[in-house]
Every structure is written in structure tokens, then in C-alpha cells.
């Protein structure tokens, strides 16, 4: 399984030094959306990071359908939109509770 992170260039930079090769650089909403379908298409990837104010950009369709998506795991890095905490989402993919 692979990660990928879409966002501005800023915010994939770290992912990109920290070794991430699937980096989407999306500097309009257009993008975003665009990049989320190529992701989501995308058997391999595992892992889909986003931040939490491009999440809010995208149409309530497709928020709806990362939010409940398994396969990627969606994560939002940034502020706390009313999404499911990094613990849920770990949670509902691993299916244990790992902090207890």
C-alpha cells in the first residue's frame, strides 16, 4: 500500500522530503477534485492524506465518500472540521481500538 498527499506546494513538501513519491500539487479546487478521482481510482494507494481546509472545498458527494472510505483511509491534517478524529479513522480501518 502506498500513501499520497494532495494540497498545496507547501503542504506536500515535508510528505515529499520525508520520501513520498505520490504528491499531488493542487493549487485550485478544480485540482483537488481532480487529484481525489485519481487517487480514489488508484488500487494501490492506502493511505490518501489531505488538508483539512482542501477537504472542506470539495462537493459534499465526494467529502461524503472519503469520509466513509475504508480503502483509502482519508486523513485530514490541519484543523478539526467536525471529521472523524485520526483515532476513528485508524479505528474503523484496523478494526480495534489501538489507544485502549
Known amino acids: ?3 499520497a498527499v ?11 522530503l520525508a520520501g513520498i513519491t ?5 493549487e485550485s479546487d478544480e ?4 487529484y481525489v478521482h485519481k487517487v480514489l481510482d488508484d488500487g494501490k494507494i ?3 492524506v489531505l488538508n483539512s481546509s482542501d477537504m472542506a472545498k470539495i462537493p459534499v458527494r465526494l467529502r461524503t465518500t472519503l469520509e466513509n472510505s475504508v ?5 485530514t491534517l490541519g484543523e478539526e472540521e467536525g471529521g472523524l478524529s485520526m483515532r ?5 480501518s484496523v478494526g480495534v481500538d489501538l489507544w485502549k
Do not use: D, Q, W
Open 1 to 3: 500500500m502506498e500513501i
Open 6 to 16: 494532495i494540497g498545496n506546494s507547501e503542504f506536500i513538501l515535508g510528505f515529499r
Open 22 to 26: 505520490k504528491t499531488y500539487a493542487a
Open 31 to 34: 485540482k483537488v477534485v481532480e
Open 46 to 48: 492506502g493511505i490518501l
Open 71 to 75: 480503502h483509502p483511509t482519508v486523513i
Open 88 to 92: 476513528e479513522r485508524i479505528k474503523r
